[in-house]
């Protein structure tokens, strides 16, 4: 089992749609947890880090549940710019990030 | 935010040959910097911890004889891949972290596209 488990996607939405990714991760250990943005044949930007109270930013939201091992992050009001891969990322110790498959966006008009 | 800058973005080389990639933090100190790899359609795969003035830890399956790490100062790591081959074809990145502890932000170059032919 990986350690950090996204659906692949790709999920293709019309713009202006609402979206969510979900991403489960197995160490129990695990201290902090982001979602990334990727673009292609780019590097991963930081999006947010998620928070046990929920956080949000824009029209980004994340949620993060620690009995269920559990992490999500909705997208509300899709814009075509928003067309990426999404990682989840789980800070395992010492900032060393495990970074889930990705899960692929595109946001149609 | 922080920046680091990696170099070469892509590069293209002979199979047998050796490619160094250089990681820089230009504006912070970084005593810990991460190499990753990534195949295509795949995710970031951790390949070995980078520690400033001491050797660097390599994850379980990384063989530390083909990826030489030097992390000779705060500012710079370098990745040299030796003896090359078409497998190893791949795009590599580094990240260095701030200093804000689990919570920091990891900052990531711009990532080197190897190919190897």
């Known amino acids: 089992r990986k350690e950090v488990e996204q659906d692949p996607g790709p999920f293709n939405v019309p713009e202006g749609a609402t979206v969510a990714f979900n991403c489960t991760y197995s160490?129990?250990?695990?201290?902090?947890f982001f979602w990334y943005r990727q673009d292609c044949r780019k590097e991963p930007k930081l999006l947010m880090s998620?928070?046990?109270s929920g956080n949000e930013d824009g029209r980004f939201t994340a949620q993060l549940n620690r009995a269920s091992q559990y992490i999500s992050l909705l997208i509300r009001d899709s814009k075509l710019s928003d067309s990426a891969t999404y990682l989840c990322?789980?800070?395992?110790?010492?900032?060393?990030?495990?970074f889930g498959a990705g899960t692929i966006l595109r946001v149609k008009s | 935010g922080a920046v680091v800058s990696q170099h070469p973005s892509w590069v293209i080389c002979k199979s047998g040959t050796s490619v160094k990639i250089e990681c820089r933090s230009l504006?912070?100190?970084?005593?810990?910097m991460f190499w990753y790899r990534q195949f295509p359609k795949q995710s970031l795969m951790l390949m070995a911890t980078?520690?400033?003035?001491?050797?660097?830890?390599?994850e379980q399956g990384v063989e530390k004889d083909k990826f030489l790490i030097n992390h000779a100062s705060l500012t710079l790591s370098t990745l040299t891949v030796t003896s090359a081959h078409p497998e190893d074809s791949s795009f590599y990145i580094c990240s260095a972290a701030g200093t804000g502890g689990m919570n920091t932000e990891a900052f990531f170059g711009q990532g080197t596209r190897l190919t190897v032919v």
């Open positions: 998620v928070y046990s």
């Open positions: 160490n129990s250990a695990s201290q902090s």
């Open positions: 504006d912070f100190q970084a005593t810990t």
């Open positions: 990322v789980v800070n395992r110790y010492g900032n060393k990030l495990v």
């Open positions: 980078s520690n400033e003035g001491s050797k660097a830890t390599y």
